[in-house]
């Protein structure tokens, strides 16, 4: 333990540190993040994750698929999210992040 936190001790049960979701990928359907604003799918429209935490995930092998031979997930597109979660970028990102960048100088 580093010297100077023994106070600070473990978080408590049901503390906002406690991880949520499924133990290997984290997967729940409670929200904030949603699965169709990620891009570890089959394609932006479809509910299928294809990251492969997600598919190896025991507590989710009854939603597992095959599509042209590849093994996914059946994902819930507004509710679902995992700790894997990997936004797509859009353009006007990339303008907030020029307008930022060019702020700084």
């Known amino acids: ?49 294809v990251h492969p935490k997600v598919v190896g995930d025991v507590r989710l092998q009854d939603r597992l698929v095959l599509i042209n031979g ?6 819930d597109m507004m509710h679902g999210c995992c700790e894997y979660v990997r936004q797509e970028r859009h353009e006007c990102d990339e303008d907030e992040d020029h307008a930022l960048d060019s702020t700084a100088s």
């Open 1 to 49: 333990m580093i010297h100077g936190i023994e106070a600070l001790g473990q978080p408590s049960i049901g503390s906002v540190y406690d991880k949520t979701g499924t133990p290997d990928s984290g997967y729940a359907e409670e929200g904030p993040y949603h699965c169709s604003d990620c891009i570890h799918k089959t394609a932006m429209d479809e509910p299928f994750c």
């Open 70 to 75: 590849r093994p996914v997930v059946k994902i």
